[in-house]
């Protein structure tokens, strides 16, 4: 194809629906018939078979070795970071292997039919929530063991932990129910209905508009805004308690300067930081874009070369990249944690050995 048919191609897919709606669904049909034609969709094509490869054995050692209770975390702590790594699996699984590269590398499976096509809609948004959210869960935990320490005793119990981790993942899969309703076929073959256009009811009618609505605000604005506003708060509670400790250290008699209680909280701080920091930077292109896209009104694009275009689906990578960073943060901090991985990946070689001996 010359350039002009390939950005004719790109708009004649755009017009079919396949603009990004709440909660940054993908411009799939659009997409798929055009990853081959630029330097972009080769990208994409290595990184989503790179993120499918290795996201899904890192979340799985990390749920492994967090279960394991080894890595010097408090149970509280360990529950809500299994939980995370569950997430990370499950959007690997859905958003990345099923939805991307499957359809892409095995074109006409029972996955491009639009029954199957709402129901991996329903399960991506879903796991990219709960995904967002638990995320969110974490952070709350953490601010309310640094800056709270009387209702630290109530609220940051293994129970609260599974308590708050159900009732999440459970009002969020009824959230996103209604996707599976939004899209109606593309086209019909031997009356079977495959791929999925938006329902042109979905940007009229009032009910559809205020889901739209309530699906932005819940992923990932509401969240950005509070672990920013929960780690500023945080990092200001820890300026200030460090500030009279250290004041009541260096009037004491103690020739011993080391603050035991600030100690023991530092990972822990720096635990949430490099989570919930990762989480901002990572989506943090998408959501500027998202909100350009908003404000500006812009419905398609010129061309698989577009600014727009390129910039949407380099934050949609970042987005993605996401479920994988967490393990890499917990060995950078975790000195324990750390350690059982590298016992973890010693093992297989350590039982051939002895096999051979």
């Not at 292109?285 to 350009?292: G, I, K, P, Q, R």
Request: charged fraction near 15%; aromatic fraction near 14%; glycine fraction near 4%.
């Amino acid at each position: 194809m010359n350039g002009v048919e390939d950005e004719q191609l790109f708009l004649d897919e755009g017009d079919k629906g396949s603009r990004q709606i709440g909660g940054f669904q993908k411009q799939y049909q659009a997409h798929q018939k055009m990853r081959e034609l630029t330097v972009l969709h080769q990208i994409e094509d290595i990184f989503y078979t790179f993120l499918a490869v290795v996201g899904v054995p890192i979340n799985l050692v990390s749920i492994l070795l967090l279960i394991r209770g080894k890595c010097g975390l408090s149970k509280c702590i360990t529950i809500y970071l299994v939980a995370n790594a569950g997430a990370d699996l499950l959007v690997v699984f859905t958003d990345v292997m099923l939805f991307t590269v499957i359809p892409f590398h095995f074109p006409g499976t029972y996955l491009e039919t639009t029954p199957a096509y709402s129901v991996l809609l329903v399960l991506l948004s879903t796991a990219t929530d709960i995904s967002v959210w638990f995320t969110v869960t974490f952070t709350i935990d953490r601010f309310v063991t640094i800056c709270y320490q009387k209702l630290k005793i109530k609220y940051c119990t293994e129970e609260t932990a599974v308590l708050i981790i159900i009732t999440v993942s459970i009002l969020l899969c009824l959230k996103n129910i209604p996707w599976y309703f939004a899209y109606e076929p593309e086209y019909v073959i031997d009356n079977v209905p495959w791929g999925g256009i938006v329902s042109m009811d979905f940007y009229t009618t009032d009910a559809w508009v205020a889901f739209d609505f309530l699906s932005i605000i819940l992923t990932p604005f509401l969240p950005f805004i509070l672990i920013l506003m929960l780690n500023a708060l945080t990092a200001r509670h820890i300026l200030v308690v460090s500030r009279v400790r250290r004041k009541l250290l260096v009037h004491s008699k103690s020739k011993n300067h080391t603050d035991p209680e600030m100690e023991s909280r530092r990972k822990s701080i720096i635990l949430l930081f490099t989570i919930s920091g990762s989480f901002i930077l990572l989506w943090m292109t998408n959501v500027v874009y998202f909100l350009y896209w908003r404000i500006a009104n812009i419905y398609d694009y010129t061309g698989p070369h577009d600014p727009a275009y390129i910039t949407e689906q380099s934050g949609y990578m970042l987005q993605l990249l996401s479920t994988c960073t967490n393990t890499c943060i917990y060995a950078v901090t975790q000195t324990k944690f750390r350690q059982q991985l590298k016992n973890a990946v010693k093992y297989p070689f350590t039982v051939i050995g002895k096999l051979l001996k």
